[in-house]
């Protein structure tokens, strides 16, 4: 086992986690009044957002105002416990998100730590707490007017500026309010200035605090632990441990703190890339996972014919690799220069060191490493490639190669944190949405360079799962997946049709410049293409939403800082004529009629392979039903969970429900995999892949663990074309088993088509 065996094994696992956001219209006392549901449905353990008092009017906790009470808007001190007693009540455990890299400093007077600091300057008791630069602090809040100050205004001890408020220093001479401002410990400049504080990202309402201060962790993290000490927490999920400074000594600190406490970090890995061996934790959140299940349910044949679609459409044939590089620089050159900045000055003797630092930053293949124990092959990998891409600067990198190895260089430690910034903002936010080949697998923690997994990839990498992370979390869908689940898996069919698809988009294309909405980003209108009819029917607010996002990450015509409102306006005339031109309109829902049926299938193989697969399985919030979100705010929309409970209900009362619109299927099927690993934890141990036999053996996924057979349809639209499952039979091991979905009973070697007749799926339980 990869990590401290003994303390792992005392942590108390639980066998599933069902996910919640709490906000103001998801409070305790209402999370409270799920749980007898949550139980039923047959989770382990409710998982919540951050609970800490976040910034005013906060839709999802991240932005941690004050680490030292719980949240009053979800219901204060009675409210958490009220929580907890529901949760204790029905047998379930609390994992709890916490977020130690940063707290929000948008509106200062909700966080008395920045309040005090910029009042008090360096001589606040809570200076340390933050990770600054220097003094004066500089804000970025002005807007882009030469007289920006001139908006300043006194209000008795506090200076504000439109909506925002700052504190005056004590005894601050009078004068005017500009004279005023330049006597404080910060200076307000412009928006689109440096900044002076590491943030979070390029956020600068997020700053970044210094937990590898031992002062500081004990002061930031005294209430969570608290909840630990007091039994009332038993599992922790560290938001983006990627941003410390030290996370491996943050790790250890935090197990010496909860000892039993199951801990999970949101460390995206590429593939290939392992956590770091010393880290005391389960695993991670479960992106990979997410990347294998996706994966083994795309057809990789699918990949020339949509490779020439986006070469059609966009004229040029992309190189993934040389644009995650592109990106990423443009990201380190210019969100993030503050950041690059900083690093550069701490190579004062280089004349291109800002040149050298951003080349190895676009070049660096994973978030970041972890050294003196991890990561090295990765930056032996981005020096020789950013010497390849820039020979002229081989001087430079061959002078920062050895301070970019010595863990207690600064520029190392800084450089480590920024290049999972670069990797985040580069790929995630901007590369997944300029290369719309098939968005499908541009979700994080995947690779869109990788056209689907086959069988004997999709097994090796669950059985490597159970040796190295088998109490690690598993996921379909996140608060910051791209997609949900059901919308991906809609997708997955469109790998099986690609010259059906490539025909419908010439369609779409054609009709839409017949409506007068002519496609002005052939790229973006094939993402807009695959987002109708991966998550069709969309009400107008919400595709709108979705479309305004994608193209201002994308960055190609129209950025947040700077929007195109022209061209903005004509993508959503295309995403109107989608919707209310009635020949267009017609044809998408035509196509997206298409794919639903066998989507269906692609989503109920995904979640039960997730479900039964080595590791803690999370469902997020609603996921038990079709959910067919998009990327944040879209998937943090309220769920009615009335509907879920009235549909569970009447499946346990011996309804088998169609594979239909209501998505009870889904239901019956999340619900019998959550109660067997409830029930029986022992025989979700293990991991030996099932192979079929037969003409259609490609088109069944399936694994034994211990007393329970998982098995998935994959491929649906051949199986099809081919008539079925025919001869094709599943050899079983020994003894009497039975479908916890239907009661189907089987033994020795049964035929799929038999065991598969109702549902695309089975989860055999051996009697």
Not at 48 to 59: N, Q, R
Not at 94 to 111: E, F, M, S, T
Not at 184 to 195: E, F, G, I, K, P
Not at 570 to 588: E, G, K, N, Q, R
Request: aromatic share 8%; charged share 20%; proline share 7%.
């Amino acid at each position: 086992m990869p990590h401290d065996a003994t303390t792992l094994n005392l942590m108390v696992t639980p066998v599933s986690t069902y996910r919640l956001q709490l906000n103001a219209g998801l409070t305790f006392v209402d999370a409270a009044a799920l749980v007898p549901y949550l139980a039923s449905l047959g989770v382990g353990a409710v998982y919540t957002s951050p609970l800490l008092a976040a910034m005013p009017g906060s839709d999802h906790g991240y932005d941690v105002a004050d680490p030292t009470r719980v949240s009053e808007v979800l219901g204060g001190e009675s409210g958490r416990r009220g929580l907890v007693a529901a949760v204790r009540k029905h047998g379930l455990a609390l994992v709890v998100d916490i977020v130690p890299n940063h707290l929000g400093v948008a509106d200062p007077r909700a966080n008395p730590a920045w309040w005090d600091v910029l009042r008090h300057g360096p001589s606040s008791l809570f200076a340390r707490w933050f990770d600054i630069v220097g003094w004066p602090l500089r804000l970025p809040v002005l807007a882009d007017s030469p007289d920006a100050l001139a908006d300043l205004r006194l209000d008795g001890d506090t200076l504000r500026y439109y909506e925002h408020a700052f504190p005056l220093a004590p005894r601050t001479a009078g004068g005017t309010p500009e004279q005023v401002h330049a006597a404080q410990h910060y200076r307000l400049v412009s928006w689109r200035a440096d900044v002076g504080y590491r943030r979070f990202f390029a956020v600068s309402d997020l700053a970044a605090v210094r937990v590898e201060d031992p002062e500081v962790f004990a002061a930031t993290h005294r209430e969570v632990l608290r909840w630990v000490a007091e039994g009332d927490v038993d599992g922790l999920r560290v938001d983006h441990p990627d941003g410390l400074t030290d996370p491996t000594g943050y790790l250890h600190r935090l197990r010496e703190h909860a000892a039993d406490t199951w801990i999970l970090v949101e460390d995206i890995l590429e593939p290939g890339e392992e956590l770091p061996a010393s880290w005391p934790v389960a695993g991670t959140t479960g992106y990979d996972a997410l990347a294998e299940v996706d994966g083994v349910l795309v057809d990789s044949a699918g990949e020339a014919a949509f490779t020439a679609l986006d070469t059609e459409l966009t004229g040029v044939h992309t190189d993934w690799a040389q644009l995650v590089h592109d990106c990423k620089r443009d990201v380190a050159t210019g969100m993030l220069a503050s950041e690059l900045r900083r690093l550069a000055a701490l190579a004062p003797t280089l004349t291109e060191a800002w040149d050298a630092l951003a080349e190895v930053l676009a070049c660096f293949p994973v978030y970041r490493s972890y050294l003196p124990d991890h990561g090295v092959e990765y930056l032996d990998q981005a020096l020789a490639a950013a010497q390849r891409q820039r020979p002229d600067l081989a001087p430079t990198l061959a002078a920062l190669s050895p301070r970019l190895r010595d863990p207690t260089d600064e520029l190392a430690v800084r450089f480590q944190q920024t290049s999972s910034a670069v990797m985040a903002k580069g790929v995630e936010d901007t590369a997944y949405y300029r290369w719309t080949r098939f968005i499908a697998l541009n979700e994080v923690g995947g690779d869109p360079h990788r056209f689907g997994l086959d069988l004997e990839g999709f097994h090796a990498a669950l059985a490597h799962r159970e040796r190295l992370a088998p109490q690690g979390m598993t996921t379909l869908s996140t608060h910051d997946t791209k997609r949900s689940a059901d919308v991906r898996a809609r997708l997955a069919v469109l790998a099986e049709l690609p010259e059906w698809w490539a025909g419908a988009v010439r369609e779409f294309t054609k009709l839409a410049q017949a409506a007068g909405a002519g496609v002005p980003d052939p790229a973006l209108g094939h993402l807009l293409w695959q987002t109708l009819v991966g998550a069709w029917p969309l009400p107008p607010d919400r595709l709108h939403a979705y479309l305004k996002k994608a193209i201002r990450e994308a960055r190609t015509h129209t950025s947040w800082t700077n929007p195109d409102e022209r061209f903005e306006s004509a993508m959503h005339a295309v995403a109107d004529a989608a919707l209310t031109d009635p020949v267009l309109h017609s044809a998408v829902a035509r196509a997206a009629a298409r794919i639903i049926p066998p989507g269906r299938t692609n989503s109920l193989a995904a979640v039960v392979l997730q479900l039964a697969m080595p590791g803690v399985p999370d469902t997020y919030q609603g996921g038990e039903l079709w959910d067919l979100s998009l990327v944040d705010p879209d998937n943090r929309r309220p769920v009615d969970f009335s509907v879920r409970a009235d549909l569970l209900a009447r499946i346990d009362h011996g309804w088998l429900p169609e594979v239909d619109d209501s998505g009870a299927a889904k239901l019956l099927v999340v619900s019998r995999v959550l109660r067997a690993r409830r029930d029986h934890p022992e025989r979700f141990t293990g991991y030996t892949p099932l192979r079929a036999t037969g003409p259609a053996a490609a088109h069944a996924v399936a694994f034994v663990r211990n007393g329970v057979v998982a098995v998935g349809t994959r491929l649906p639209v051949g199986l099809t074309d081919r008539g079925g499952w025919g001869q094709t039979a599943l050899p079983l091991p020994g003894g009497t088993w039975t479908d916890a979905f239907t009661g189907f009973s089987a033994s020795g070697e049964v035929a799929l088509g038999d065991l598969l007749a109702r549902y695309p799926v089975a989860l055999l339980l051996v009697d």
